[in-house]
């Protein structure tokens, strides 16, 4: 992982969160360190991205939004 971001990164970070949002899109970050975290909170980051310990939490935030339920895929159909 890396502990630092430079302020071209959380630029990066706004820019994207900005352009997923207008298109129902949400950026969130998962497995950042301790450090990078902080630096989020400092530079109030974490207030427009969401920041999870692991992907797995930053996955069921998405299930989970609005109530919504992941989508199976379509079953196959077999050849007549």
Do not use: N, W
């Amino acid at each position: 992982g890396t502990d630092m971001i430079s302020t071209q990164g959380i630029a990066q970070c706004l820019a994207v969160q900005k352009r997923l949002r207008e298109r129902g899109g949400e950026l969130k970050i998962a497995g950042a360190s301790t450090e990078l975290r902080r630096i989020f909170d400092l530079v109030s980051l974490s207030q427009v991205v969401e920041c999870y310990p692991e992907v797995r939490h930053a996955v069921d935030a998405f299930i989970t939004v609005g109530g919504a339920k992941p989508k199976k895929p379509p079953k196959k159909r077999k050849p007549k």
